[in-house]
Nanobody
Framework: QVQLVESGGGLVQAGGSLQLSCRAS????????MCWYRQAPGQEREMVAM??????TEYADSAKDRFTILRPGKDTIYLQVNNLKPEDTAVYYC???????????WGQGTQVTVSS
C-alpha cells in the first residue's frame, strides 16, 4: 500500500513564499505521475501542478507564474509557491498515479492559509 505524506503548510502572509513537500512510501512500482491538487472552501478540488514519469511538467493556468513543482526523486515532490495570495488559501493534496494501471493514491492534505 502506497502512503503519501505532505508537509510544509501553515499560515503565511500575502506576498510570502512556502514550499510543500510530499513523500511516497511503499511504492515499488517504478513509473508514476505525481501531482499537487488543492481544494478551497466550497470549491472543487483542482489540479495545480503535475510531474509525469518522463519528467514533463504541467501547470494550471492560475499556477503558471508563481508555482513550481520539483521532483528530486521518484517518490518525492515539492511545490514551491511564491508571492502567495489570499486566494491560494486551500488544502493542498499530493496525488500519485501509477502509470498504465488503475492504481492511484492521495495524501491526507496540508492546510495553507494566506492572510492579507
Amino acid at each position: 500500500q502506497v502512503q503519501l505524506v505532505e508537509s510544509g503548510g501553515g499560515l503565511v502572509q500575502a506576498g510570502g513564499s512556502l514550499q510543500l513537500s510530499c513523500r511516497a512510501s511503499g511504492n515499488d512500482r517504478s513509473l508514476n505521475t505525481m501531482c499537487w491538487y488543492r481544494q478551497a472552501p466550497g470549491q472543487e478540488r483542482e489540479m495545480v501542478a503535475m510531474n509525469t514519469e518522463s519528467g514533463r511538467t504541467e501547470y494550471a493556468d492560475s499556477a503558471k507564474d508563481r508555482f513550481t513543482i520539483l521532483r528530486p526523486g521518484k517518490d518525492t515532490i515539492y511545490l514551491q509557491v511564491n508571492n502567495l495570495k489570499p486566494e491560494d488559501t486551500a488544502v493542498y493534496y499530493c496525488y500519485l498515479k501509477v502509470v498504465e494501471s488503475v492504481y492511484d493514491f492521495w495524501g491526507q492534505g496540508t492546510q495553507v492559509t494566506v492572510s492579507s
